[in-house]
């Protein structure tokens, strides 16, 4: 059975920092590509960065490019997001998620985790 | 960045009737490579993580009811829930996951009893 599990927030100032981890099981980490998508509640779905199966690539929505950093750990089965210079837009709910296929960044998600509460605020 | 547009914002539909969600794409989906559109719905209940319904535009995920159905081809598409059942109250949401990154959602759909 295919298990993600995020961790990592909480509350933190405008200005502040954070890494937010992903534990994965059930599958073979390193063939898929791993997503983070947000959520301010009640709104809608907000895609915020994707790392390649292989980790040499990733992209990053417009709104946290050069801010956020996602990264993998094959060894330990981990996918992470590091938050710098968080704002109080970046308060949400973030998932991980994985891709459906395998060798590629473009691909549905078909499992995600529950989420983590990050919310931005002094 | 392409832009997917999803119509209604919500909709209320007695139990047994048929409920019609559509997104729109500012660009085409369709990859003409190999005739696939990349078009994935998602469904969103309250408390819960989104979850895979539709993708390749009309190909069901595995385990979902065959009253879902994904429809559509280039900029347009249509997820239509046949028969809904009180289960089906959620928010559903369109993805495009062709071109670059970002994998762009669409606004979201709620879906209520009337």
């Known amino acids: 059975e295919v298990q993600l599990v995020e961790s990592g927030g909480v509350v933190v100032q405008p200005g502040g920092s954070l890494r937010l981890s992903c534990a994965v099981s059930?599958?073979?980490?390193?063939?898929?590509?791993m997503h983070w998508v947000r959520q301010i509640p009640g709104k809608g779905l907000e895609w915020v960065a994707v790392i390649r199966w292989d980790g040499y690539d990733s992209y990053y929505a417009d709104s946290v490019k050069g801010r956020f950093t996602i990264s993998r750990d094959t060894s330990k089965n981990s996918l992470y997001l590091q938050m710098n210079s968080l704002r109080s837009d970046d308060t949400a709910l973030y998932y991980c998620?994985?891709?459906?296929?395998?060798?590629?960044?473009?691909?549905?998600?078909?499992?995600w985790g529950q989420g983590t509460l990050v919310t931005v605020s002094s | 960045d392409i832009v997917m547009t999803q119509s209604p914002d919500s909709l209320a539909v007695s139990l047994g009737e048929r409920a019609t969600i559509n997104c729109k794409s500012s660009q085409s989906l369709l990859y003409s490579s190999n005739n696939k559109n990349y078009l994935a719905w998602y469904q969103q209940k309250p408390g819960q993580p989104p979850k895979l319904l539709i993708y390749w535009a009309s190909t069901r995920e595995f385990g979902v009811p065959d009253r879902f159905s994904g429809s559509g081809s280039g900029t347009d598409f249509t997820l239509t829930i046949s028969s809904l059942q009180a289960e089906d109250v959620a928010v559903y949401y369109c993805q495009r996951y062709y071109h670059d990154p970002p994998l762009t959602f669409g606004g979201g759909t709620k879906v209520e009893i009337k």
């Open positions: 998620a994985k891709g459906s296929l395998s060798d590629t960044v473009m691909s549905p998600f078909d499992s």
């Open positions: 059930g599958f073979t980490f390193e063939d898929y590509s």
